[in-house]
């Protein structure tokens, strides 16, 4: 059994390195904590995207262009959806919307958003644990130039164009923090906990702001690493950029880095971000280059084994950079 290594993702950048840990660790010793603020009821669905696009890459179903969405998918409901005038704003392929029929089902059946998520990833042959934040209704709010929006409203129908001014993730004070999300999070055989490539505002931030998940992390026994979702200047995929520099802020690796101030030990920059060895982040943590760029399974995989074999260093040199704090190894190891 593989020593437990936990993950947080959001995204189709998150999802990409989950699955690639997946390859690496086996089954269950893999929790994947997953955002929800970007779920939404449309059509009377109930849509996690976040969670799906973790769960088809890890079922091998994902769209590799697309990032969300079923692979080879048919659109015959869409198109019989837009000639009855329904929206047509958000696609929804005839594979995917089963899975939204299926969870909306079981969820109005009165099963927990966590006991959905289990069980169709496990009907899809998914092994890893896929954990959303908290079972209970979190939305990212995007505040705008152009008003409010909700996320799905900002990130599809208006293709991310309004000016962010910030993000507000409502329900989040009262949500409860997932038992299994916190359970991996105390597992002292923990490996790593590794914040996978995903926008740090809207995928990372909400599962941060859940009551009690920063203070889970700050205990942590393992090292925590973070994987730039900026690559040369740009985000892979998606308005990471757009959003940073919307913020004020540079769009570069270290304003990733600095986000993540005092939540983690390293920061893997890419490659391409500057020849001199890795810009080191903010005091306390410990800067790495490897390529980051996920291009395929290869790479996924890649890239995760060299995310935990620097957590295996950090862990052999007892150094955890979270609030400067350096734990000598306990000498009984
Ligand atoms: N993103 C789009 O840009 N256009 C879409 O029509 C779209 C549909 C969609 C359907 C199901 C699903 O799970 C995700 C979908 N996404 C679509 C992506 C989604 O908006 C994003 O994956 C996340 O919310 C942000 O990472």
Redesign the pocket.
């Known amino acids: 059994m593989s020593a437990p290594v936990v993950a947080l993702s959001?995204?189709?950048g998150?999802a990409k390195l989950a699955q690639g840990l997946s390859d690496l660790v086996d089954g269950e010793a893999l929790t994947v904590i997953v955002?929800t603020g970007?779920d939404f009821e449309h059509l009377g669905l109930h849509?996690?995207?976040?969670?799906?696009?973790v769960v088809?890459a890890m079922a091998g179903l994902d769209d590799p262009r697309?990032?969300?969405?079923r692979r080879d998918e048919s659109w015959a409901f869409m198109a019989a959806l837009t000639a009855l005038g329904g929206p047509d704003?958000?696609?929804?392929?005839d594979g995917?919307l089963a899975?939204?029929v299926e969870r909306t089902r079981r969820l109005a059946a009165g099963v927990r958003l966590g006991a959905v998520t289990q069980a169709l990833a496990t009907a899809l042959g998914v092994r890893a644990r896929i954990v959303p934040m908290s079972d209970d209704a979190v939305r990212t709010r995007v505040h705008t130039d152009q008003g409010v929006l909700a996320?799905?409203e900002y990130?599809?129908h208006r293709?991310c164009e309004p000016r962010i001014r910030s993000f507000r993730f409502e329900g989040v004070e009262r949500a409860r923090a997932h038992a299994a999300a916190i359970g991996a999070l105390r597992d002292p055989g923990l490996r790593a906990v590794v914040i996978c490539p995903?926008?740090p505002f809207?995928?990372i931030d909400p599962i941060l702001a859940v009551p009690g998940m920063r203070a889970a992390l700050g205990q942590v026994c393992a090292p925590v690493i973070a994987v730039t979702p900026i690559v040369g200047g740009r985000a892979v995929k998606?308005p990471a950029a757009k959003m940073l520099a919307e913020l004020g802020l540079a769009v570069s690796g270290e304003s990733v880095a600095q986000h993540y101030a005092g939540l983690i030990d390293a920061f893997v920059f890419d490659v391409a971000d500057g020849q001199a060895p890795a810009p080191a982040g903010p005091p306390g943590m410990r800067g790495f280059r490897l390529d980051t760029l996920m291009r395929g399974p290869e790479e996924r995989r890649r890239l995760a084994a060299e995310v935990l074999a620097l957590a295996d260093r950090l862990a052999a040199e007892g150094f955890t950079g979270r609030a400067g704090r350096v734990r000598a190894l306990d000498p009984s190891g």
């Not at 849509?47 to 696009?53: F, K, R, T, V």
């Not at 697309?66 to 969405?69: F, I, K, N």
């Not at 704003?89 to 392929?93: E, K, Q, S, T, V």
Request: hydrophobic share 35%; proline share 3%; charged share 15%.
């Open positions: 959001g995204g189709v998150g955002n970007d849509i996690s995207p976040d969670i799906d696009s088809y697309r990032g969300w969405g704003w958000f696609a929804l392929g995917d899975m939204h996320f799905q990130f599809v293709r995903s926008n809207v995928s998606g």
